[in-house]
């Protein structure tokens, strides 16, 4: 198999990068867009070649070329178009928005945001970004394409799948790691046509390990807290694990806790190399970063095998 030019948006920590070594795909060049400075120093660390090209909405491309916030880049046809764009406002744990203008203009196209771009109309949230990934898409055009998202309201999927021209592909997470995961994930890739992945039965005790810190510990405070506010309820280690948010540092309490007998609460948090293996990457791949900043880049990123196996097909 020939080496892959690719470009990635939203990169993040380059979950994408891990996974087309994982599917052992080689790759040529790699170009990834990201605004996180910490998201960066991670990839950078593990993939120092990545070619950053900074914020999405600056680039484009002509004639082979990228013309970045960071420079100008030959690349030619570019082989695969990966990203996942921001989904907090698809999301059902939010305020489920969706893509729509400060005055809640709906955006159901890619010509009508490039219009209201043009005409300086300013946009909630960061989920609007994916006509970024649409207007690059377009222009670069692809061999190959890969979108991730969250599971969200039929109306917006409908709008995303219109747009790209295929439907996506529901693959939950848990099928592949110990930790339940809802996605949906367009593409191209053997004409969109991806087969769930087997089973490996993964749960959180095939994940978790000794923690003595004590800085994971829930504190009696806030557990209290917890069954007073919310309908809380812990993650026992024979079960999947509740899904990982970017805001877990934050210790929201619909995040997994698992049971300690060391914490005075009688639970704690699952440590950054327990969340590492639950998106599937390799222990302390995030080391060098805040634990609060390991916690937001690992909760924003991929799981690494989902992605991986969804690659795979390439080598068909």
Known sequence: MEKLKILSLFDGISCGQV????????VDKY??????????????????????????????????????ENGEYYIGEVDI???????????????????????NIEITTLEQYLELKENGFSFKGQSYLFWEYARLLEEIKPTYFLLE???????????????????????????????????????????????????????????????????????KIHHQAFLKSYKWTPNYLDEKSKPLLASYYKQPPHCPYIPCEQSESGY???????????????DDYTEGISKTQRYKCIGNGWTVDVISYILSYLKQ
């Open 19 to 26: 996974a087309f070594e994982r599917a052992e795909i080689p």
């Open 31 to 68: 170009f990834a867009s990201e605004v996180d400075q910490y998201a960066i120093k991670v990839t950078q660390k593990n993939y120092p070649s990545t070619i950053q090209l900074g914020d999405v909405s600056k680039i484009t491309y002509k004639d082979g070329t990228l013309y970045t």
């Open 268 to 282: 704690r948090m699952l440590s950054p190399v327990e969340c590492e293996r639950l998106q599937t990457l390799k």
């Open 149 to 219: 998202n969250v599971k969200m309201q039929k109306h917006w999927q409908d709008v995303i799948t219109r747009t790209v021209g295929v439907k996506p592909i529901h693959i939950n997470s848990e099928l592949l790691s110990a930790q339940r995961r809802n996605r949906l994930y367009w593409t191209n890739i053997n004409k969109g046509e991806i087969e769930q992945p087997k089973d490996l039965d993964l749960l959180l005790k095939d994940v978790v390990r000794e923690e003595d810190n004590d800085k994971y510990h829930l504190t």
């Open 81 to 103: 178009l990966i990203g996942g764009s921001p989904c907090q406002s698809f999301t059902f744990a939010g305020k489920r928005e969706g893509m729509v203008t400060d005055e």
